[in-house]
């Protein structure tokens, strides 16, 4: 039996129509980082975002991402964070990637908007780029990230 890697993300109700999504992406593996923002954008538009409610600032790398969420998080319906992490020789992956995350989480806790969590950790460069569908049959992960801020952010806007 296979199994479905992929949830059917998007509810039917959730509509991207008058949200106002900021990306926040870190400039390493801007090869890779760009083809991921740019079919994110892409999707927020045929979700129902306007261009003008998508706000975009660059960070230098992963690292960077919770701070900036912090302190730009709280005017936004939804923040989508996107970096690439390709492991090295050294400890630098490990220790990024598991902060990373554990901030982001904490931050969509805290600030109480939905941050969608678009970091990639990689074990290789290849791994990378079949995530952003830059090889041939892999569908690139930017498609995912911005269902699932339209959709958590509808959620949010439904309660208040
Ligand atoms: C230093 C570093 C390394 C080695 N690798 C990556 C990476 O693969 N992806 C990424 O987004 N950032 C990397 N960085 C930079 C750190 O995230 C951070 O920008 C610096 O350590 C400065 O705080």
């Given at each position: 039996?296979?199994?479905?890697?992929?949830?059917?993300?998007?509810?039917?109700?959730?509509?991207?129509?008058?949200?106002?999504?900021?990306?926040?992406?870190?400039?390493?593996?801007?090869?890779?980082?760009?083809?991921?923002?740019?079919?994110?954008?892409?999707?927020?538009?045929?979700?129902?975002?306007?261009?003008?409610?998508?706000?975009?600032?660059?960070?230098?790398?992963?690292?960077?991402?919770?701070?900036?969420?912090?302190?730009?998080?709280?005017?936004?319906d939804a923040v989508?964070?996107?970096?690439?992490?390709?492991?090295?020789?050294?400890?630098?992956?490990?220790?990024?990637?598991?902060?990373?995350?554990?901030?982001?989480?904490?931050?969509?806790?805290?600030?109480?908007?939905?941050?969608?969590?678009?970091?990639?950790?990689?074990?290789?460069?290849?791994?990378?780029?079949?995530?952003?569908?830059l090889i041939q049959g892999h569908r690139?992960?930017?498609?995912?990230?911005?269902?699932?801020?339209?959709?958590?952010?509808?959620?949010?806007?439904?309660?208040?």
């Open positions: 039996m296979q199994v479905k890697s992929k949830c059917n993300v998007i509810s039917k109700l959730a509509t991207g129509t008058g949200l106002k999504v900021l990306i926040v992406h870190a400039r390493w593996n801007s090869t890779v980082v760009d083809s991921l923002v740019n079919r994110t954008i892409e999707r927020l538009v045929e979700l129902g975002v306007r261009n003008a409610d998508i706000s975009l600032k660059s960070v230098p790398g992963s690292f960077e991402l919770p701070y900036a969420v912090s302190q730009l998080a709280s005017q936004y989508i964070a996107i970096g690439v992490l390709i492991r090295g020789d050294t400890m630098h992956f490990e220790l990024i990637a598991e902060a990373v995350c554990r901030q982001l989480l904490q931050q969509q806790m805290q600030i109480e908007r939905p941050i969608i969590f678009g970091v990639l950790a990689c074990n290789t460069e290849d791994q990378a780029l079949e995530r952003a569908g690139n992960l930017g498609e995912d990230w911005a269902e699932a801020a339209v959709e958590m952010a509808s959620l949010d806007v439904l309660k208040r």
